[in-house]
């Protein structure tokens, strides 16, 4: 079945041509204008996908991603066309899976698109089979439904984040550097940088550490990276 992207620009001729390229490798495109008729398609349809510009009218970029994380965890990579680095992390912040920069090649974008796809895919559990998890004092990993549950309730993963704490789980007491963990979690032909680690195990410990700044699960090796407890 084919994989299904949203892309997001204002700029027509950018969407035409990821959309023509994309489709050359048999997957469905939707393309979308502005932040208003993004936020709806994502309402309306199921992507597995979504590249998003940053600077979009009627509504930015970061504010689509921000609202979309309120209802859904699907794949984000944010296009910006600035090169500051705090607009780039800005993105991963707000719930964003990866980013961009304008201008890129293409088949960059296209190796980080697949590389998260084949990251993302979510396990179908099978009708009346034991659910298969991980579990670690009150923290509890489903593999079969790719949620995790702090003490019974539910926390909000992005695939990335969900990947991260799968490996780390799966592994305790292991320490990864970041540049292993880029190369495990977002594959060895991701071209990005090892700050993007960081983002996301900082808004990782947010989300499953009562005290962030004093984990119990995700600690730092310093000086060399990260492990879970």
Excluded at 8 to 23: A, Y
Excluded at 47 to 58: A, C, R
Excluded at 180 to 207: A, C, F, I, N
Aim: aromatic fraction near 10%; glycine fraction near 6%.
């Amino acid at each position: 079945m084919a994989y299904h992207v949203l892309v997001v620009d204002d700029e027509k001729l950018i969407v035409k041509g990821i959309k023509f390229s994309l489709e050359q490798d048999g997957m469905e495109v939707t393309p979308a204008y502005d932040g208003e008729e993004a936020l709806q398609l994502i309402k309306d349809s199921s992507f597995d996908l979504i590249v998003l510009d940053v600077m979009l009218p009627k509504m930015d970029g970061l504010q689509v991603c921000q609202q979309v994380r309120e209802f859904s965890q699907v794949p984000i990579i944010m296009v910006t066309a600035k090169g500051e680095d705090m607009d780039k992390i800005m993105g991963l912040e707000y719930g964003a899976d990866d980013y961009i920069t304008k201008p890129f090649n293409i088949l960059e974008l296209k190796a980080r698109i697949k590389a998260i796809l084949r990251r993302s895919v979510k396990k179908v559990p099978v009708d009346g089979a034991s659910k298969n998890v991980l579990k670690a004092r009150e923290l509890e990993l489903s593999y079969d439904s790719r949620r995790v549950f702090i003490q019974e309730k539910e926390v909000n993963l992005t695939a990335k984040e969900f990947d991260l704490l799968e490996l780390l789980m799966e592994n305790p007491g292991k320490v990864y550097s970041r540049e292993k963990l880029l190369d495990t979690v977002w594959g060895y032909d991701y071209p990005g940088d090892v700050r993007t680690v960081d983002v996301h195990v900082r808004r990782l410990r947010e989300k499953i550490e009562a005290n962030p700044s004093e984990p119990k699960y995700i600690f730092t090796k310093w000086g060399v990276g990260y492990y879970f407890n």
